[in-house]
């Protein structure tokens, strides 16, 4: 059973940074597809970055250049830069992954970013 564990969330002034970490529990290299997503309260669950096997790089376009993802294969981690926070990016941050296009996301349990003054 893939395992997913997020790290790194906190309390943080606007204008702050915080860096999510998501660690895999097998080889980033086996995955297809990996990123972050998040949801605030009563909203749907939305895309913040995603990275492919191949390093194409997708934003939502709330975080666009504010955000950075990252994938490092040493430590089979996927990482989430995030600079000029906003209270809007208030959300529990997950981490998903998957093996094939075709395939459902493993997801892990979330990390709580607040950005409040």
């Known amino acids: 059973q893939v395992q997913l564990e997020e790290s790194g969330g906190g309390l943080v002034q606007p204008g702050g940074s915080l860096r999510l970490s998501c660690k895999f529990s097998?080889?980033?290299?086996?995955?297809?597809?990996m990123g972050w997503w998040r949801q605030a309260p009563g909203r749907e669950r939305e895309l913040v970055a995603t990275?492919?096997?191949?390093?194409?790089?997708r934003y939502g376009d709330p975080v666009m250049g504010r955000f950075t993802i990252s994938r490092d294969s040493a430590q089979n981690t996927v990482d989430l830069q995030m600079d000029n926070l906003k209270p809007e990016d208030t959300a529990v941050y997950y981490c998903?992954?998957?093996?094939?296009?075709?395939?459902?996301?493993?997801w892990g349990q979330g990390t709580q970013v607040t950005v409040s003054s």
């Open positions: 998903g992954a998957k093996k094939s296009k075709r395939e459902n996301n493993f």
């Open positions: 990275i492919t096997v191949d390093r194409d790089i």
């Open positions: 097998e080889s980033v290299g086996a995955f297809y597809g």
